[in-house]
């Protein structure tokens, strides 16, 4: 018995390991004068995804034609804010550009370039609506996104001007309520703003930029002086040849330029197919090997939740306990944040996602596992044994055949459910279907219809992966 | 009495505070044909789940075949081998044939190949009035012939002791006497059979002893004519009044 839980408890130990070659990690960059640049995964107007899957926005384009004048090379990890700024701490990037306020906080840690953008909070109301002024705000709701300078600002005035705050998770929704007449106004960073009513939102800008601030390059304090030195520079002779200017006026020019997206469903997916078709890809990815890996985990830690040992059925209910108990958003942000800060060592996002989906789904698998061996009558175990068949045996010819057909139902439920809960990963930043929604959304702000394309997508996926179950079901029953 | 084939010496058995079984001594010889009778909750079938250790008991000593089954060191599963059970609700195997279900063991265990298991089987079959069954599934038979496979599953193994637990207390009346008949059979044909049953016409005729258990103890031991024609322990006569004059 000793043997069997060693067996197993080393196959999960290799599992984990193997995970961690399923994809290759990305190889250095060491060549003169290449500067690794970490930036934020999705903040339009200053670095998103464009519809060829390209990082674009003014700290894109800022970042590199300064280096173009300077003659040096960048290499742009979107990392995700936080990230980006924790990898820079930790020098394991040269510079962080990412529409990153300069602060006293943060000059502690970090060396600040010129200010290289102005920005402020803007009140945007309705494109038929009277209201110019903050105090015609009396006794209204208005819309803010959670986090933002936006609703800092809001929620410091809104005694002041009597006005109720809604709160948001992101801009396209909050939009949507002023433009639907919910919310009567809206905060937000002046940028941010231009940017989405040049994209075709439906609002106006009523008011000038308030709790003004400045966005700055960032090195490491004390490091990369002469890259802190070169982006100055560049700057500089941006700002003197208009260049500085054609790049902000790209982006935020008060001309509503003729969409060039097309808008319609048909349109939206002709432009974002190839975004969409990786994200399809990264998702079926991440479900299959989820799949496997939790399928294998939940019926190991099932299997020990019924073998005749005090101490493997004790592991196994922990187990199941603390990985069904845990939600898997806390589980995600957990192993993927929380675990390198323990260790030191970075997990890619796509192996976090992985061992998240494999304790989580496995956790469930495991549970369903041991009730449907324990469905079977007893009387089978005793049979096999009183005919001397020893205990491992007796349950791979006799228990689990008759165990795993009442399994199947639940097997095919846990796996639609694997592959629905992949969308929960985009928040460690893994491009897959949900993630890719998001990143579109935030650069054409067409939520209902880029939803809608992506909640059609699951369903598709999700009907395949029933036929298949039930397919694979019949069979097992002829 | 020929060669001790089962040596029981003062076992005992309790759940927590329930002591099922409080003492029990007991010899069965090669070829002898044991019923064990009593009440319900007498813990008779509890004493014969010990014999195979499908039960563990709390103390006491168990020698089957010169072989101490309650050492830690000794190979339970070897011993099983030798010791076929049959039990009140077959207990065959749902997800196998009924060929299956009888090459099983012999395939896993002893080395039959599945020619060598299957011709063993229809032999076995055939002994239990089953040969048209063998490719049968298991849902399919009747429960009269469910525990004739059990039987014949049993016997797959050669075991030279039969333990029988309730054989016959699922089967609806009609089916009782054709699994009496195989029981029988074996008996005639030498086999050391331990038997709890309520079957007190089949004790009468195939027993060589018949012992009595009520509430955890052997309360009488004797021949046949001894228990059922002069009981001396006054709850034996109880209980016989009771089963006998129904």
């Known amino acids: ?478 | 009495m020929s060669d001790l084939k089962i040596k029981v010496t003062d076992l005992k058995k309790s759940y927590g505070e329930n002591h099922v079984l409080k003492g029990i001594d007991l010899n069965i010889g090669a070829n002898e044909v044991v019923v064990i009778i009593g009440p319900s909750g007498s813990g008779k079938s509890t004493l014969l789940r010990c014999l195979n250790r499908l039960e563990e008991p709390t103390s006491g000593q168990i020698i089957v075949d010169n072989v101490d089954i309650g050492d830690p060191k000794a190979d339970i599963n070897r011993v099983r081998q030798d010791i076929g059970m049959v039990f009140q609700h077959f207990n065959l195997f749902n997800n196998l044939s009924v060929a299956d279900n009888i090459t099983l063991a012999p395939m896993e265990l002893k080395g039959f190949n599945k020619a060598g298991a299957e011709a063993q089987a229809k032999k076995l079959l055939a002994s239990v009035g089953l040969e048209d069954k063998f490719d049968a599934k298991v849902q399919s038979l009747s429960g009269g012939q469910k525990q004739r496979v059990a039987i014949a599953r049993a016997l797959a193994m050669k075991p030279d002791i039969m333990l029988f637990d309730e054989p016959t207390s699922a089967l609806d009346p009609e089916m009782v006497g054709d699994v009496l008949e195989v029981m029988k059979d074996l008996a005639k044909e030498g086999m050391t059979m331990v038997v709890v049953t309520h079957e007190m016409g089949f004790a009468k005729e195939v027993a060589d002893r018949v012992i009595f258990v009520d509430q955890g103890k052997i309360l009488e031991r004797g021949t046949p004519e001894e228990v059922f024609e002069h009981p001396k322990n006054e709850r034996l006569q109880d209980f016989l009044n009771k089963v006998l004059n129904v």
């Open chain 1, 1 to 478: 018995m000793k043997k069997w839980l060693l067996k197993s408890l080393g196959l999960v130990v290799c599992l984990i390991g193997f995970i961690g070659f399923i994809k290759p990690a990305e190889t250095a960059q060491a060549a003169e004068k290449t500067y690794t640049i970490g930036t934020d995964v999705t903040f339009p107007p200053f670095e998103f995804a464009n519809d060829q899957n390209e990082y674009v926005g003014i700290d894109m384009d800022l970042i590199r034609a300064i280096a173009k004048d300077q003659g040096f090379k960048v290499q742009i990890k979107p990392l995700g804010f936080n990230a980006a700024v924790q990898a820079l701490d930790s020098g394991q990037i040269d510079g962080v550009i990412a529409g990153m306020s300069i602060t006293d906080e943060r000059k502690a840690k970090f060396d600040f370039s010129k200010s290289y953008f102005q920005s402020g909070v803007v009140m945007a109301v309705a494109q038929n609506s009277k209201i110019t002024k903050l105090s015609q705000l009396k006794g209204q709701r208005v819309a803010v996104k959670t986090g933002t300078a936006g609703a800092d600002y809001a929620n410091s005035i809104k005694a002041k001007y009597g006005f109720k705050v809604v709160t948001f998770d992101d801009s396209n929704n909050m939009y949507q309520d002023v433009t639907t007449g919910n919310s009567v106004a809206c905060f937000e960073d002046s940028p941010v703003m231009q940017y989405g009513i040049k994209q075709g939102t439906k609002l106006k800008i009523v008011t000038e930029p308030a709790e003004k601030g400045d966005y700055g390059f960032a090195v490491k304090k004390g490091q990369n002086k002469e890259l802190l030195a070169a982006f100055n520079t560049g700057l500089t002779n941006l700002r003197a040849n208009g260049q500085y200017k054609k790049i902000t006026e790209k982006y935020l020019g008060a001309t509503n330029t003729k969409k060039t997206e097309s808008r319609t469903f048909i349109g939206l997916i002709k432009q974002n197919g190839s975004a969409l078709w990786d994200g399809f890809k990264e998702t079926i990815w991440l479900t299959l090997v989820s799949i496997i890996f939790a399928t294998i985990f939940g019926i190991i830690v099932g299997l020990l939740g019924v073998a005749p040992n005090k101490f493997s059925k004790g592991l196994s209910s922990t187990l199941i306990y603390i990985f069904r108990g845990m939600p898997l958003l806390v589980l995600a942000l957990f192993i993927y944040t929380g675990v390198p800060s323990l260790t030191g060592n970075k997990i890619p996002a796509f192996v976090a996602g992985i061992i998240t989906l494999t304790l989580n789904e496995g956790a469930y698998t495991a549970a369903f596992v041991k009730g449907g061996i324990e469905a079977v009558d007893n009387g089978q175990m005793e049979a096999a044994r009183s005919l001397g068949l020893p205990y491992g045996k007796s349950m791979r010819k006799v228990i689990l055949p008759q165990g795993i057909r009442i399994m199947v139902p639940s097997f095919i439920n846990q796996f639609i459910i694997t592959l629905k809960d992949t969308s929960i990963l985009s928040v460690i930043g893994l491009l897959e279907l949900t993630q890719t929604g998001k990143i579109i959304i935030a650069r054409n702000l067409e939520g209902f219809k880029v939803w809608t394309i992506i909640a059609l997508t699951y369903l598709v996926l999700i009907t395949l992966l029933t036929w298949l179950s039930n397919w694979v079901q019949r069979r097992m029953n002829a």
